[in-house]
């Protein structure tokens, strides 16, 4: 299962969710495993199967209204209410001011301890996306990832096949690199997988005969993109080396592939001499979104085949 730490989640969301660290710095290398963001206002009075280790704890306008009407020693009981399981970070919204025992109590069980000047339900919103996307079930996949036609195309088949040369070709018609070789694959919800390209790959693209190339330097910051949703898998293959049976002329079985559990509609496209397959990719992109508007050649074909047989046999 995918993770991050609390360094890290405090390192890249400090800046947009005006994160402040003001207690329990002891504790960053802890885990979070789940994308899910709680407000903890029944453990504040003793509920404390409402209280979720690993979690996001998010105290806003009504938990710190609570507390502070609180005395001392009720203060002192609901915060070691809160802090009973293993918290993963607390953050403290609206800019309200942190009462001396939750500052104590971080530092204590040295849990990460946030302030932030944001509402509560805004910050909850925006921690729970990034959440999502920091926390998602991932696997790295080979081949080349392109977005055609607003697409995400997954480019796969053998070494040397031609993979890296039709995304050139392809980025040389304006449409964008992702991501080359290795493509890093997250589910971010039930039905969508997305691909991102690891840090150390990112705008490169591995030419056959020219090496590496920059493609953001080559054809400018528009050719290139970090991430996109995969729609679509271009499977090329060689001809000759293709079964006569799997050479469907009418292609009436569409083929899928399985990634993340995510099924992903697939293509399968022969190489052989003169083929242009830039453009087979743009058509196969194409024909993919008139087949997801219910516009399906196949089937047209067939039935017009059905009706002009059933006009002649009324005809005799």
Excluded at 56 to 67: F, I, N, P, S, T
Aim: glycine share 6%; net charge positive; with cysteine.
């Amino acid at each position: 299962m995918a993770h991050i730490s609390v360094a890290d989640l405090y390192k890249q969301i400090r800046s947009k969710l005006k994160l402040k660290w003001v207690a329990g710095q002891a504790g960053g290398s802890k885990v979070l495993t789940s994308g899910t963001v709680t407000k903890p206002s029944l453990a504040l009075i003793g509920h404390l199967n409402y209280v979720h280790p690993n979690r996001v704890q998010v105290l806003g306008c009504a938990e710190m209204d609570y507390l502070n009407q609180l005395s001392i020693l009720a203060l002192q009981q609901a915060v070691a209410n809160l802090f009973s399981t293993d918290l993963a970070v607390v953050i403290v919204a609206n800019g309200e001011k942190v009462p001396p025992a939750l500052l104590e109590m971080a530092e204590k069980q040295q849990t990460p301890l946030f302030t932030s000047p944001m509402m509560s339900p805004q910050l909850m919103e925006l921690l729970s996306h990034y959440l999502a996307i920091a926390t998602a079930e991932s696997v790295s996949l080979h081949g080349v990832f392109i977005e055609v036609q607003g697409f995400g195309v997954l480019i796969k088949g053998s070494a040397a096949i031609g993979k890296s040369e039709l995304a050139l070709e392809l980025i040389s018609r304006g449409h964008r690199l992702v991501a080359d070789d290795i493509v890093d694959f997250y589910r971010i919800s039930p039905e969508r997988v997305e691909g991102r390209c690891p840090e150390l790959l990112q705008d490169f693209l591995e030419v056959r005969g020219l090496g590496i190339l920059n493609i953001r330097a080559l054809f400018g910051d528009n050719a290139v993109k970090p991430t996109k949703p995969l729609d679509l898998i271009i499977q090329l293959a060689l001809a000759d080396e293709m079964q006569p049976m799997a050479l469907d002329r009418l292609n009436a079985n569409r083929q899928t592939e399985r990634v993340l559990d995510v099924e992903i509609h697939k293509v399968v496209i022969p190489i052989a001499a003169g083929r242009n397959i830039a453009v087979l990719v743009e058509v196969a992109v194409r024909n993919h979104m008139l087949l997801l508007r219910g516009v399906n050649a196949t089937k047209q074909l067939t039935q017009r085949q059905k009706q002009l047989m059933l006009r002649e046999s009324k005809q005799r």
